[in-house]
């Protein structure tokens, strides 16, 4: 499946095809020729690192340490 947008209008669609076509596809709104474009993908992230709650224990061992440090 690939997005094509109107060059013209802006109109978005997908249009399922082979790999190697390259099919003319012209807009249903207003005629024109719609260009392929990347579409829209989820990304996820798997591991340590990603999380925001990775990030925070870092910055809390950091508290601690400094506060630590100003208690001696």
Known sequence: MY????????????????????????????GARMKRTIGRVGIIFKGSGFYITDSRKSERKKETATSSEKKD
């Open 3 to 30: 997005r094509y947008v109107c060059e013209e209008c802006g109109y978005e669609t997908t249009v399922m095809h082979g790999i190697n076509e390259s099919p003319e596809v012209t807009c249903e709104e207003c």
